[in-house]
Nanobody, 122 residues
Framework: QVQLAESGGGLVQAGDSLRLSCAGS????????MGWFRQAPGKEREFVAA????????IYADSVKGRFTISRDNAKNTVYLQMNSLKPEDTAVYYC???????????????WGQGTQVTVSS
Protein backbone atom coordinates (compact mmCIF):
# COMPACT_ATOMS: atom_id res chain seq x y z
CA GLN A 1 0.00 0.00 0.00
CA VAL A 2 0.98 3.60 -0.62
CA GLN A 3 -0.28 6.49 1.48
CA LEU A 4 -0.36 10.02 0.09
CA ALA A 5 -0.87 13.27 1.97
CA GLU A 6 -1.31 16.64 0.28
CA SER A 7 -0.61 20.03 1.82
CA GLY A 8 -0.21 23.63 0.76
CA GLY A 9 -3.69 24.61 -0.35
CA GLY A 10 -5.31 27.87 0.63
CA LEU A 11 -7.10 31.04 -0.39
CA VAL A 12 -5.23 33.35 -2.73
CA GLN A 13 -5.99 36.14 -5.15
CA ALA A 14 -5.86 35.91 -8.92
CA GLY A 15 -2.28 36.18 -10.12
CA ASP A 16 -0.80 34.74 -6.92
CA SER A 17 1.21 31.54 -6.57
CA LEU A 18 0.90 28.43 -4.42
CA ARG A 19 2.98 25.29 -4.06
CA LEU A 20 1.26 22.04 -3.23
CA SER A 21 3.15 19.14 -1.73
CA CYS A 22 2.33 15.46 -1.70
CA ALA A 23 4.26 13.21 0.64
CA GLY A 24 4.24 9.49 -0.01
CA SER A 25 4.81 6.67 2.45
CA UNK A 26 4.57 2.91 2.45
CA UNK A 27 5.49 0.92 -0.67
CA UNK A 28 6.64 3.97 -2.61
CA UNK A 29 9.22 1.88 -4.48
CA UNK A 30 6.30 0.46 -6.47
CA UNK A 31 5.38 3.88 -7.88
CA UNK A 32 6.26 4.68 -11.48
CA UNK A 33 4.29 7.90 -11.88
CA MET A 34 2.73 10.63 -9.79
CA GLY A 35 -0.10 12.84 -10.90
CA TRP A 36 -2.06 15.85 -9.79
CA PHE A 37 -5.79 16.09 -10.45
CA ARG A 38 -8.45 18.57 -9.44
CA GLN A 39 -12.18 18.62 -8.98
CA ALA A 40 -14.29 21.74 -8.90
CA PRO A 41 -17.85 21.75 -7.46
CA GLY A 42 -20.27 20.12 -9.87
CA LYS A 43 -17.52 19.01 -12.24
CA GLU A 44 -15.70 15.79 -12.91
CA ARG A 45 -12.19 15.18 -11.66
CA GLU A 46 -9.72 16.38 -14.27
CA PHE A 47 -6.07 15.79 -14.99
CA VAL A 48 -3.63 18.59 -14.16
CA ALA A 49 -0.09 17.22 -14.43
CA ALA A 50 1.93 14.03 -14.10
CA UNK A 51 5.55 13.05 -13.73
CA UNK A 52 7.44 9.81 -13.93
CA UNK A 53 9.01 8.90 -10.63
CA UNK A 54 12.32 8.31 -12.38
CA UNK A 55 13.51 9.84 -15.61
CA UNK A 56 11.78 13.20 -15.31
CA UNK A 57 9.09 12.93 -17.99
CA UNK A 58 6.20 15.32 -17.43
CA ILE A 59 2.87 16.08 -19.05
CA TYR A 60 0.40 18.88 -18.41
CA ALA A 61 -3.18 19.74 -19.14
CA ASP A 62 -3.45 22.50 -21.72
CA SER A 63 -5.27 24.68 -19.20
CA VAL A 64 -2.24 24.83 -16.89
CA LYS A 65 0.65 24.52 -19.32
CA GLY A 66 3.13 27.34 -18.81
CA ARG A 67 1.70 28.22 -15.38
CA PHE A 68 2.04 25.02 -13.33
CA THR A 69 5.14 22.91 -12.80
CA ILE A 70 5.28 19.41 -11.36
CA SER A 71 8.49 18.30 -9.70
CA ARG A 72 9.61 15.59 -7.32
CA ASP A 73 12.14 14.91 -4.61
CA ASN A 74 12.75 11.17 -4.64
CA ALA A 75 14.79 11.27 -1.44
CA LYS A 76 11.81 12.74 0.38
CA ASN A 77 9.19 10.69 -1.51
CA THR A 78 7.49 13.98 -2.27
CA VAL A 79 6.00 15.49 -5.40
CA TYR A 80 5.22 19.18 -5.77
CA LEU A 81 2.91 21.28 -7.89
CA GLN A 82 4.08 24.87 -8.27
CA MET A 83 1.13 26.96 -9.41
CA ASN A 84 1.78 30.45 -10.75
CA SER A 85 -0.51 33.08 -12.24
CA LEU A 86 -3.50 31.46 -10.59
CA LYS A 87 -6.94 32.15 -12.00
CA PRO A 88 -10.39 31.86 -10.40
CA GLU A 89 -11.09 28.88 -12.66
CA ASP A 90 -8.23 27.03 -10.95
CA THR A 91 -10.39 26.85 -7.81
CA ALA A 92 -10.86 23.19 -6.92
CA VAL A 93 -9.87 20.43 -4.56
CA TYR A 94 -6.47 19.20 -5.71
CA TYR A 95 -5.53 15.54 -5.34
CA CYS A 96 -2.24 13.77 -5.82
CA UNK A 97 -2.21 10.18 -6.98
CA UNK A 98 0.26 7.38 -7.65
CA UNK A 99 0.26 4.91 -10.51
CA UNK A 100 2.18 2.10 -12.16
CA UNK A 101 1.79 3.81 -15.52
CA UNK A 102 2.66 7.32 -16.69
CA UNK A 103 -0.76 8.36 -17.95
CA UNK A 104 -3.17 11.31 -17.62
CA UNK A 105 -6.17 9.01 -17.21
CA UNK A 106 -7.26 8.95 -13.56
CA UNK A 107 -8.42 5.35 -13.84
CA UNK A 108 -4.75 4.33 -14.09
CA UNK A 109 -4.02 5.68 -10.62
CA UNK A 110 -4.27 3.24 -7.72
CA UNK A 111 -3.56 5.47 -4.75
CA TRP A 112 -5.04 8.85 -3.91
CA GLY A 113 -4.56 11.48 -1.26
CA GLN A 114 -7.40 13.16 0.61
CA GLY A 115 -7.14 16.39 -1.33
CA THR A 116 -6.37 20.00 -0.50
CA GLN A 117 -8.59 22.97 -1.28
CA VAL A 118 -7.31 25.75 -3.51
CA THR A 119 -9.50 28.83 -3.81
CA VAL A 120 -8.58 31.71 -6.10
CA SER A 121 -10.52 34.92 -5.68
CA SER A 122 -10.90 37.45 -8.46
Amino acid sequence: QVQLAESGGGLVQAGDSLRLSCAGSGRTFSINAMGWFRQAPGKEREFVAASTWRGGRTIYADSVKGRFTISRDNAKNTVYLQMNSLKPEDTAVYYCAAADMFDPNPVEYDYWGQGTQVTVSS
